[in-house]
T-cell receptor
Framework: SQTIHQWPATLVQPVGSPLSLECTVEGTSNPNLYWYRQAAGRGLQLLFYSVGIGQISSEVPQNLSASRPQDRQFILSSKKLLLSDSGFYLC????????????????FGQGTRLTVV | AQSVTQLDSQVPVFEEAPVELRCNYSSSVSVYLFWYVQYPNQGLQLLLKYLSGSTLVKGINGFEAEFNKSQTSFHLRKPSVHISDTAEYFCAVTKRDYGGSQGNLIFGKGTKLSVKP
């Protein structure tokens, strides 16, 4: 079965410090990978998605970047955190490819609560 | 582009009462529809999904939703709620593409369901 791991679960970082959040998926190959951010009262905002190694699409301009160094690894980074980067970050994956029922839903990790102080 | 509106940010209800969480979507193309549940400080878990066929979809934990194309709605219902149903619920949509999808879910802002004894 497929599993998704995301760490750390919680993180408190000072303004201006760097960030690295990691997500890995097991039990599947060539998944679509996603980073979402959830801020209070604002739902889930798609930050980045990736359809393959080194292929990253950014949905919103921001202080963050993403990388996919391996097929099942997705990393969210920042060189200098801002207060506004605080939030709950969720990694997700979906089955890639077209055809009935493929890629229709995303499976989420447990999330990382980031507090920038 | 697709969008999702969840009309109620908070829904308080007494235990064993019925509940309906409303969701409306906007899209110029055919879509797949989903409901996810999020318990505090956890990731999202899929409750149910509508891909095609019967417009009444049954999911886990006794929830069901009905797709209404003319009203562009996908309301979530449960005939009798439990304290354990207290959580945040998200409606989501993704574009139907050649029978499958790229899986880029667009989420509503969520509805917090609070079940009181």
């Amino acid at each position: 079965s497929q599993t998704i791991h995301q760490w750390p679960a919680t993180l408190v970082q000072p303004v201006g410090s760097p960030l690295s959040l990691e997500c890995t998926v097991e039990g599947t190959s060539n998944p679509n990978l996603y980073w979402y951010r959830q801020a209070a009262g604002r739902g889930l905002q798609l930050l980045f998605y990736s359809v393959g190694i080194g292929q990253i699409s950014s949905e919103v301009p921001q202080n963050l970047s993403a990388s996919r160094p391996q097929d099942r690894q997705f990393i969210l980074s920042s060189k200098k955190l801002l207060l506004s980067d605080s939030g709950f970050y969720l990694c997700a994956w979906s089955v890639q490819g077209r055809g009935a029922g493929r890629g229709t839903e995303a499976f989420f990790g447990q999330g990382t609560r980031l507090t920038v102080v | 582009a697709q969008s999702v509106t969840q009309l109620d940010s908070q829904v308080p209800v007494f235990e064993e009462a019925p509940v309906e969480l409303r969701c409306n979507y906007s899209s110029s193309v055919s879509v797949y529809l989903f409901w996810y549940v999020q318990y505090p400080n956890q990731g999202l878990q899929l409750l149910l999904k509508y891909l095609s066929g019967s417009t009444l979809v049954k999911g886990i934990n006794g929830f069901e939703a009905e797709f209404n194309k003319s009203q562009t709605s996908f309301h979530l219902r449960k005939p009798s709620v439990h304290i354990s149903d207290t959580a945040e619920y998200f409606c989501a949509v993704t574009k139907r593409d050649y029978g499958g999808s790229q899986g880029n879910l667009i989420f509503g802002k969520g509805t917090k369901l609070s079940v009181k004894p």
